[in-house]
């Protein structure tokens, strides 16, 4: 029993099948062989009854049982209309917007950094960590969190810049920036994790350079085609960035400009930049106003004021 139609119209008709399923299945509309004359002609319109469920019957079995669509992705590229926004993403307040220029150049800068990310990857996982650095186990949301942020700003209620009484920096307080030796030894499993952990983590906080620093080096880390949950969590950072920007007070905060920075990576992150990644990493890009600057073997994350 099945669908079959003839000039627009369509009917459920009987058709014997070999399938031993489609035998099993009860019988709608059940049409007993026709008895038709021998100048039936299935080429001209059906004149009764007969002819017509003859004609479907015949149509029928010149189906095939499967029909693979063969599609031109080039061709739907071309015709594509929508161009998908952040969405639920805020608007900038009047003032805190960059300019076109600024965004293109952030971009520039962040596609010949990702590119680094990329050629020197091996080079810098060979190299050795200090003994104070453990990097925790991939599925370790807190350790993470720890280990980039701070044991400090992970507490509850720490506020304040960090202090130091004795000599030397403890990182386990103030957290691990992202070195190279340190981002390159995670694969795409792990970095999509922790970008996801400080994702939730920035969800019911603030923004601090030290989160600024992570979320850059992990988006830099993120290797093209995006993973389905990697495309979702950069839009949820982009969301909370804009949450964030309207609550600034003022436009020269210096948070403003490494908030804008995030939003206009994940928001212009789209094939159209893609195509011009591999020209932009050639090009040495002027540092202004706030940019991620690249230094080995550590990845840079600061806001001018």
């Known amino acids: ?58 149509e029928a079995a010149q189906c095939p049982d499967v029909v693979v669509a063969q599609i031109d992705p080039k061709k739907l590229k071309r015709k594509q209309s929508v161009n998908v926004s952040l969405s639920g993403c805020q608007p900038a307040p009047e003032g805190y917007s960059p300019t076109l220029q600024w965004q293109q150049q952030q971009v520039a800068q962040f596609s010949s950094v990702r590119q680094s990310v990329i050629r020197h990857r091996s080079h810098w996982k060979s190299q ?43 990182y386990v307080q103030i ?6 030796s340190i981002v390159s030894r995670m694969n795409q499993a792990t970095v999509t994790s922790v970008l996801e952990y400080l994702s939730n983590w920035f969800g ?23 993973l389905p949950e990697a495309h979702s969590l950069i ?38 930049i893609e195509k011009e990644e591999q020209a932009a990493a050639e090009k040495a890009v002027t540092k202004e106003d706030f940019q991620g600057e690249w230094t080995a073997p550590a990845l840079e994350f600061t806001a001018s004021t």
């Open 1 to 58: 029993m099945r669908w079959v139609g003839l000039a627009g119209l369509k009917t459920m008709a009987w058709i014997p099948v070999e399938s031993a399923v489609e035998e099993l299945m009860p019988r709608l509309l059940p049409v007993e062989p026709c008895d038709l004359t021998e100048s039936f002609d299935p080429s001209v319109p059906p004149r009764t009854p007969q002819e017509y469920l003859r004609r479907v019957q015949i």
């Open 128 to 170: 050795q960590l200090d003994s104070n650095v453990t990097m925790p186990k991939s599925e370790d949301e807190e350790g993470w969190k720890k280990f980039c942020l701070g044991e400090r700003l992970c507490a509850e209620g720490a506020v304040g810049p960090a202090t130091s009484e004795g000599p030397g920096i403890d």
């Open 175 to 180: 957290g691990f920036p992202p070195l190279l």
């Open 204 to 226: 019911e906080r603030d923004f601090t350079p030290e989160l600024g620093r992570w979320l850059y080096a992990l988006l830099a880390c993120l290797e093209k085609p995006l």
């Open 235 to 272: 839009r949820q950072l982009a969301r909370r960035c804009s949450e964030v920007r309207l609550l600034v007070d003022s436009k020269d905060d210096e948070r403003v400009p490494a908030l804008n920075l995030l939003i206009c990576l994940v928001s212009r992150d789209s094939e159209e």
